[in-house]
DNA sequence: TATTTATATTGCAATATTACGATTAATTAG
DNA sequence: CTAATTAATCGTAATATTGCAATATAAATA
């Protein structure tokens, strides 16, 4: 029906999967990989650096904050954006699992 | 207008994106963790284990695939699904580079 | 060969995402 | 206060995703 039946998951995997969705996006990823570069940077630099309209710019980094992997800050008129700790700690405790996992693993059916 | 500008990123950040986007479903974050308590499983297996219908179950294996984070083996009549390494890696490599910056992090504005 | 078992595909409805022009809101500069 | 700057929001079109019933395909078994 189009509708993530998020109910019958588990919180954990619901919030995994809000933070990974929030990265499946290249314009998002670009985003990330600027703020890494500059530390952090007002809407208008991304626009500049950017093939999308300001209100598109804006509309991924709102997405990227409702998942918590960036923060901002007012700073003047502007606003100023830099990566959250926190939503990436997640991401990276789940890859560490899977990364753990993978490293012992013994039996490989593929 | 609803279709992602792929060509205006980089190959790199567009192949992130994609993995990212395999991620960004919780049934799909529920398949890996079953893949990654029992090593493999036939997709019935999944369909038991998980509120969808097996239609349901079949595309989100499908989507996972393509992306690149499981492999599917034929083994008799049913296929044996299990994680692939390759995917995980490439996402391995972005977050620990993140984790870096964050760790090395002096300025942060927020 | 016919039947059962396991999974993929098709088709479709409901909903979400992507993108942007136009507008609004909020702050700064003059 | 007014104009300029910056960024969010609104509205909307195009497209993608989610989910499942129905069906098709493919292998194992009787």
Chains 1, 2 share one sequence.
Do not use: W
């Not at 997405?63 to 700690?89: D, P, Q, T, V, W």
């Not at 991401?91 to 059916?109: G, M, V």
């Amino acid at each position: 029906m189009g509708i993530t039946k998020t109910q019958h998951f588990t919180e954990e995997q619901n919030e995994l999967a809000v933070l990974a969705k929030a990265l499946g996006h290249p314009a998002r990823i670009a985003i990330i990989e600027h703020l890494i570069k500059v530390d952090s940077c007002i809407c208008g630099d991304l626009v500049n650096e950017l093939p999308l309209a300001q209100p598109t710019v804006s509309q991924h980094l709102k997405e990227l904050k409702n998942a918590g992997l960036i923060k901002g800050n007012f700073e003047g008129a502007s606003i100023c954006y830099c990566l959250n700790e926190e939503g990436f700690e997640k991401i990276k405790s789940f890859i560490t699992l899977i990364n753990t996992y993978l490293e012992n693993r013994k039996d490989q059916c593929c």
